[in-house]
Structure formats: C-alpha cells, structure tokens
C-alpha cells in the first residue's frame, strides 16, 4: 500500500517523511490548492442535496420525536416562551431548546410545515459534507477526503435521519464544526479556537452533556498536541465563551422558572446513564446495526482504519482514533439507540474514503520490476460480487412473485441493478492490466450502486412519511363551520376551535404527539383520571386505549370522527340531550 503524504494532490504518491501542512481558510496564497478544493466540497455537497429534497410522497412527521418538538416550535412562535419551550402549555426542559429554536425559526421564514421542520436537520446533513472534507484535508491524500465526501451522504442512517426533525445530526454538525476549527487552531491560528468554543456551547444547547462524548474522544489528539493549547490564552477563553452560552440561557430560564429547569435537566441525563431505555438494544446492538445501516461503507470503514495505523499512526490519530473511542463510550452508555450512531458516520465515511484510496493504489516493486497488485481492491470486489448475487436473485424472485417479497415490488429492477454492479467489480479489477481508467470504473461502479440504492430509498412513498392519515385530516368536515364560531370557551382569538389530547401513558404517547402537531389548535393533555373526571373543553382526542377502557357516551361524549383509532369527540350539552336525544 501507498503511504500516505501530501493531501493536496489528487492520488499522490509522496514519502513516507511527507507530512501535510495547515489547511487554514486563509492560506489562499500559500496554498494553491485551496480554491479548487472549496470548488470540490461544494460540488460533491451540491450533488447530495437531491436525496435530502426527492420524496415519493407528501411528507408527513413522526410521533416521537419529530412533532414533539415541531408542535413546541409552534407553541414558542404563538407564545413567545422562548427561555422555556412548552409542549401543550407545559414547560420542557429535558433537552435545552436550541433545536426548538432552529424550526421556529425555520417555521417564521417557510411557514408551520414538514418540510420547514425539517430543514434545519438537511441544512446540517448537507453542511456536514464539506466539513468531512475540511477535517480530513490535513491528514489524508485528497482522493480519499473526496470519496469521504462522496460516500456520507451514501450511507443511509445520515440520509435518514438528516431528513428528520432531530438533535442527532445538528449536533454532529456542530462537533465537526468545533473539531475544525481546534485542527486549525493547532496548526498555529489560535483565532480558530474561537470556532471551536462557539460550536461547544452550542452543543451544550442542542443536547447538553452529548457533546461531552465527543469531546473525551478527543482526548488522545489533545494530548498529542497538548503544546499548541494548553498555553493559548485563546483556547480557554473559547471554551469559557461556550459554556457562558450556555449558563446565560440557564441562567435566565431559572429566574424564570425556578430550579426545575436544572434538575429536569440533569435528571434526564442520570436517567438515561442508570438504565436502557430501549430494551431491544442490547450489548451487541451498535456492532450489527452499523454495518446494516451504513452497507458497504460502515464495513470498508475498518479496513481504512487498519491501513492508517499500520502506515501511519501518529500523523493520522484524530481520523482512526476519534471514531474508535466514540463508539467504545456509546457502547458503555448504557441506553443504546440508532440515532447515538450518527455522530460515527462522518468518520466511517472517512475511513472508507481511506480503503477505496489504498485500494486504487496498486503498483508496487518486486525483484526491481514493477507489477499490479490489486489485492484489497479484489478481496472488496469479490465480497461485494458476493452480495451483488444475493440481490440479483432477491430481484428476481420478486419479479417472480414469491410469496412474502410482497413489500419489495417497487424494488426488484432496483435489486437487480445493484446486484449486477457488485457483480461487475471483479471483472473491472481484472481489466487494471490493460485498462487505464478501470481503477476510476471500479470506483464509479461502487459509488453508483450505493446511489442507487439511497434514490430508491428515498423514493419510497413511505419514507419520511410516518403519519399520513393524520396529515390528511380534513377539518373542515370533522368540524363544521357552524361548530367552529368562536365565542365558546374553547375557542381562541382566531377562532380556531382548541381539541384537548387524550393520552393513556407510553403506550399511546407517539400518535399523541403526532396527532397534536397535526391539530391546528391542540388544547392540554389529557390522561385517564382526567378523561373519568371530566376535566376537559368542548372538543378532544380520545386514544384507542382510552376507547378501550371507557364507554363514550357514557361520558356524554359525541363521537365526531375517528383517525387510526383515535376519536375526536365534543361534549353534549346535557339540556338538548334530554330534550331530543339528538346531539347537535
């Protein structure tokens, strides 16, 4: 294998005692290369963006969490709380509130919709692109920084959950934004240290005490270079701007709302550390779900890995070992969920960039005579001709009709376009000896497969859209005009008819939270005691475990209409009731 040396040349070849120098933005007469590179970065995060925008139907936003915290940026426009976001009029503060902040804002400038929701979570994914590129330009031969570039948005929990209303991917967009500017701080800008203190405090804002994982993960780069930062006045005044950024929000929340903000806060973190609270991730949870997710790249990551500690560790210790330890304190963490992964991809993308480099690099010297030595570009070639083959005969079992790929019938031509792809790699890797372009073929066969792939994905009707019965209420059928008048207490200002939100505990708390998002005008929650006392206005959401456990009627109640089991239902009043028997 090549060493690694100058990353300044696409597929250069320097020796082994070439080490890279400073990226800094700023370098532009020092650095030839720099303009074409922000080009590059750009344009490889450019060609992304259709499969954070192309959608096979109308989206709509998941219960948990995505109209929870699209429902509390409503509520912070209406109600202007913006030190304590609420959700149905109650305070939340589990979580700080700068992603409740980020779709609020969003939601001024495009309006109350899934798509501005979601809008802040694709801007990080896509920014999170050149960043890549950015962080690993110091460290790693351009072709690998480019095919870094190329695969993360190829890698389908990045897509997934960038297109979701979420913490995970703002705050990873937030970490590599931190460790950009300490990589240039350590170069010798200490006005990059500032970077990196303005993106720590506004980690702490977007998931409190998460960003801390990343940050002892940087542990041993730090110490690496511990001479460039511990003396630089610089670095700690950084660091003390983000957490007063920090302390000032908490500060002023308190004087607010008294110290259930810092203990609700700190709570959750304790809570999440003692016990999981997701009971199917088990120990082994990440070690399957990563390479599932993130198939073929999460599985060549290691092999990028491998090469850069066996040629060159020292120089290149932030790419491997940061990814390494991060995993290792998500894997201690004891609540273990897809989304904790995310903060990995950007790396593993990297590391994969790593592998397909070094397998390009095929000549070498043996007896003095030159020959081609395609070895790890063939042991990728016929793993992935492996898999190419389970797919072509998936495809073509679902064209047949098998019983049980019933689910798959939108996807048979695409199975088997990706399985002949795979299946074409070791046949391109024998061209290499007569073939000039067969190593940029092979390349380009790979990353068109796994376009491939994310398109087809994308295009599903039902991605992105997790609750489409509930985006397509028609209120002006549930609720006539007649009933809708506002001058009942039920009513607001804008006589928008308020719908109070049945919930009957956990087992029902994602649709409430979908539906509340999907009410114009939602109420308060309402929970079984209340539901059995009364304690509710004109209209409500009745849940389809409160339905089971209660009469309707009984309750005089008047079932209105009903949506995936939930029953949107009003009061009778109790005089015409008697009068009739008929509810108006």
């Given amino acids: 294998m090549r060493p690694f040396g100058n990353p300044n040349r696409l597929g250069s070849s320097p020796s082994r005692r070439s080490l890279p120098g400073s990226s800094s933005f700023v370098q532009f007469r020092r650095d030839p290369h720099l303009v074409p590179f922000w080009g590059l970065s750009l344009l490889v995060m450019g060609l992304a963006v259709p499969l954070f925008v192309l959608s096979g139907a109308d989206p709509s936003l998941a219960g948990c969490d995505e109209s929870f915290y699209a429902q509390m940026a409503r509520e912070l426009l209406r109600g202007g709380h913006w030190l304590g976001p609420t959700f149905l009029g109650e305070p939340f503060f589990e979580k700080p509130p700068l992603l409740t902040w980020s779709v609020a804002f969003s939601f001024a400038l495009y309006g109350v919709n899934e798509w501005a929701a979601r809008l802040p979570g694709i801007l990080a994914a896509l920014l999170s692109i050149p960043l890549v590129g950015w962080i690993g330009r110091p460290f790693l031969p351009m072709r690998a920084?480019?095919?870094?570039?190329?695969?993360?948005?190829?890698?389908?929990?990045?897509?997934?959950?960038?297109?979701?209303?979420?913490?995970?991917?703002?705050?990873?967009?937030?970490?590599?934004?931190?460790?950009?500017?300490?990589?240039?701080?350590?170069?010798?800008?200490?006005?990059?240290?500032?970077?990196?203190?303005?993106?720590?405090?506004?980690?702490l804002l977007m998931k409190s005490a998460m960003i801390l994982l990343p940050g002892a993960a940087l542990i041993p780069y730090l110490a690496q270079h511990r001479r460039q930062w511990l003396g630089s006045a610089q670095f700690w005044l950084a660091l003390g701007l983000g957490l007063g950024m920090f302390g000032l929000w908490l500060g002023l929340a308190m004087q607010v709302y008294g110290p259930q903000v810092l203990t609700t806060l700190v709570g959750k973190v304790w809570d999440l550390g003692q016990e999981p609270f997701h009971a199917d991730a088990t120990g082994w949870y990440y070690f399957w779900h990563i390479p599932v997710h993130g198939f073929p790249w999460t599985v060549l990551a290691p092999v990028g890995g491998f090469l850069l500690v066996r040629q060159q560790p020292g120089s290149t210790l932030l790419i491997w070992s940061f990814p390494l330890l991060l995993l290792l304190l998500l894997q201690l963490y004891p609540t273990k969920t897809p989304y904790y992964t995310v903060q990995l991809y950007p790396w593993l993308a990297l590391l994969a960039g790593v592998a397909l480099d070094q397998a390009l690099a095929m000549r070498g010297r043996v007896s003095g005579a030159e020959h081609l030595k395609p070895r790890l570009a063939q042991v990728i070639s016929w793993?992935?001709?492996?898999?190419?083959?389970?797919?072509?005969?998936?495809?073509?079992?679902?064209?047949?009709g098998v019983d049980g790929l019933e689910l798959l019938q939108s996807h048979a031509w695409p199975l088997v376009a990706m399985g002949l792809l795979y299946l074409l790699l070791p046949g391109i890797c024998s061209w290499w000896r007569v073939?000039?372009?067969?190593?940029?073929?092979?390349?380009?066969?790979?990353?068109?497969?796994?376009?491939?792939?994310?398109?087809?994905?994308?295009?599903?009707?039902?991605?992105?859209?997790?609750?489409?019965?509930?985006?397509?209420?028609?209120?002006?059928?549930?609720?006539?005009?007649?009933?809708?008048?506002?001058?009942?207490?039920?009513?607001?200002?804008?006589?928008?008819?308020?719908?109070?939100i049945g919930r009957s505990g956990l087992p029902d708390v994602c649709q409430a939270q979908a539906i509340a998002f999907y009410t114009p005008n939602p109420g308060r929650w309402v929970d079984d005691q209340a539901l059995q006392r009364g304690e509710y206005g004109d209209y409500l959401w009745v849940s389809p475990v409160q339905a089971e456990q209660v009469e309707i009627r009984d309750l005089g109640l008047q079932p209105l209409a009903a949506v995936e089991g939930w029953q949107l239902v009003r009061r009778l009043d109790p005089l015409l009731e008697q009068g009739s028997g008929e509810p108006l």
């Fill in 435 to 500: 073939l000039r372009c067969a190593g940029s073929l092979w390349v380009g066969t790979l990353l068109l497969a796994g376009i491939l792939a994310m398109i087809t994905i994308v295009l599903r009707p039902d991605f992105g859209n997790f609750s489409p019965a509930f985006a397509r209420m028609d209120w002006s059928q549930m609720l006539p005009p007649s009933v809708r008048v506002s001058g009942t207490e039920s009513s607001t200002e804008a006589g928008e008819t308020v719908v109070d």
């Fill in 145 to 203: 920084v480019l095919l870094g570039m190329a695969i993360l948005p190829l890698c389908y929990l990045w897509v997934q959950q960038g297109r979701l209303v979420g913490q995970d991917v703002p705050l990873t967009f937030l970490e590599l934004l931190g460790i950009l500017g300490l990589i240039n701080g350590i170069h010798g800008h200490k006005v990059w240290f500032w970077l990196t203190g303005v993106a720590f405090g506004l980690g």
């Fill in 383 to 400: 793993g992935l001709a492996a898999v190419g083959l389970l797919l072509l005969g998936l495809g073509v079992a679902v064209r047949l």
